[in-house]
C-alpha cells in the first residue's frame, strides 16, 4: 500500500545499501582546463535579505577568440540574477581582458552556493569557482519601530477555466424555454369574442345572439331556412343548459312534451301559452326548412321577438337553485380550475422532460456516455485535467513542471549514514486522496561531482513499490527527451497497486522519468488507474512541460 510518506519520500529513505549501490556505478569527476585565463569574485560574500551581490567574471583571451558568458538565470540558482551587464573590455599587451558583471541577491535567509559558471571560449569550457553567500535576516528594532497586529486574510480572485459559454447558453436556452411555455400555456390569454360570448350564461348569451339575428341580413335576402334554423337553434342551445333538457335533437312534438312534463312536475312554471306559442314558432320553422315555406317578413320578424320572450319566461320559470346545488356548482368550476391547472403542470413536466432526454441523448451520443457521466457526477482526474494548472519550478538542481495542483514540498531527513553520499534532497508531491493518482518530483545533489546510475537508482523506486504491496510490475524502458533537447531516461509499466482505504490491488500504471549529472539527480514519478482515460491525458500533458537542467 502506498504510504503517506508517498513513493518518492519512501525511495530516498530506503537502506542505506540503495544509495550505496547507486554510488558504486559512478565514473570519476574532473576538469579539462588549460591554463588559467578566467577568474571570478564577489565583491561581498555576507549579505542581508534582498541585498545585491555584484558576482564579476574576468576572462584574458587573444582578440580572435570568441567567448560565451552565462545568460539564463538559471545558471546561477540557487541566487536570483537581477541584472546581467554588458561587457567591459580592456586591450593589454596584445590581447583583451573581458569582464563580465552580473547583480545577483537572494530574499531568503541562509547559507547558499554560488554555483561554477562556464565560460565558453573557442568552443572550450572553463569554468568559475564556487562560493558560498550568506544571506541574513534583518534585524528589526522593536522600540523604535512599532509593531502591528497581522492583517487578516482576504479572498484573491484567482483566474478560472470554468465553461462559461456553455453555462450562458444553457440558461439562454431555459429562458427560451420558460418564455415559449409561459406564452403558450401558463400565460392568461386575450379572449376573442367567440370565447367571451361563450363565458356568457346561457340566458345573455341566447338574448346576444337573437340581437345579432335582428341585425342579420337573413331576411332581406329571402334566406328564411337560415333565419329559421338560427332561430330555433338558439332556444334549443338554452333549454339544453338552463333547462337540462335534451332540446337539439329532438323533434317538435318531443320537446314540447317535455316541457309540459316539467310544468306539470312543478320544476319548469311556464304557462299553457308561452308553450303553445313555442309550438307554433317550431311548427313553422320545420315548414320552411323541410317544407320550402315561405311566411311574411313581418310573421319571421314576430317569431323572433316571440322567441326573445319565451326565453325571459323561460329563465323565470326555472326555479332557483337550492343552496346544495349552488355548492355542487362551485365545487364543480373549482374541479375544473384544478384540473386545467394539472393538465398545464402536465405538460409543462412533459415538455421538460423530453428536453432533458433529448439534451442527455444528444450530450451522449457526441461526447460519449463516460464523459457524460462524469461531467454530471464528477470526477476526481476528469476535474484535475479541466482545472487551471500550475507551472513552477521545484528544487535545485531546478524541475521545471506543469501539474493541476501545486506540488507541495515533503519534509525529509537524512541519516548520518546517507550524508556521507548525498547532500540534499528535495522532495515536492500531490497526491489524490481517493485513489491511485499521484505526481512527485525530486531533486538530489551528491557530496561528490559523480554521474548517478539510472537504472540502479529505478530498481530502487520499483523494489519499493513491490514494498508496498504492488505485484506483477511490467518495467519497459526508452529515452526520454524534453522540449528543450534534455534527455533523460523514461522508465514505464503498469502492475497492481494498492490504494487508500482499500485493501485490494487495482490495475494501475506508472512512469518514473530520471535525468542526472555530475553530482546530481532529477527524478519525476506519476501514477495512476489504468482505465482511468482522464488519468491518462493528464500524464501525457505533464510529461510535455517537463524541463530540467542537466549541467
Known sequence: MIKHNTILISYFSLHKRYILLCLLFVSAFGFAQSDSKVASAVDIKDIKIGEQINFTVNV?????????FPEEAQSFAPLEMVESFAIDTIPENGKLTLIKKYALTQFDSGSY?????????????????????????????TIAQQLFDIKDMINVEKKSSFPWFWIFAIIAGLLILTGLLYFFIWRKKKLTEEEKVALLPPYDRAMLELKKLENSKYLIQDEYKQYYSELTDIVRSYLEEDVHISALESTTDQLIN????????????????????FKNILQTSDLVKFAKSKPDTSVAEQDRKAIENIVTKTKDAIPPPTEEELLQREEYLEELARKKHRNKIIITAVIAAAVVI???????????FSYVKDTVLGHPTKELLETEWISSTYGYPPITIETPKVLIRQEFELTPELKADIK?????????????????????????????NMELSVNAVIQQFEAQGAKNIITKTEEFTTASAAKGLKTYGSGKFSVPGSDELVNGKYTIITFGGKGFQQQIILTWLEEDTYANDVVARILSTIDVKTE
Request: no cysteine; charged share 20%; aromatic share 8%.
Open 113 to 141: 552556493t554560488l554555483p561554477p559558471q562556464k565560460i565558453i571560449i573557442n568552443e572550450k569550457m572553463f569554468t568559475t569557482d564556487s562560493v558560498n553567500i550568506y544571506v541574513n535576516t534583518v534585524p528589526v528594532d
Open 60 to 68: 584574458s583571451v587573444d582578440k580572435v577568440d570568441q567567448v560565451t
Open 358 to 368: 433529448i439534451s442527455i441523448v444528444s450530450a451522449v451520443s457526441y461526447f460519449g
Open 258 to 277: 317535455k316541457l309540459e312534463m316539467l310544468k306539470d312536475a312543478g320544476n319548469l312554471k311556464l304557462d299553457e301559452e308561452t308553450i303553445r306559442q
Open 424 to 452: 540534499e534532497v528535495q522532495v515536492f508531491m500531490y497526491r489524490s486522496s481517493i485513489d491511485l493518482f499521484s505526481v512527485g518530483v525530486s531533486s538530489t545533489t551528491f557530496t561528490k561531482p559523480v554521474e548517478p
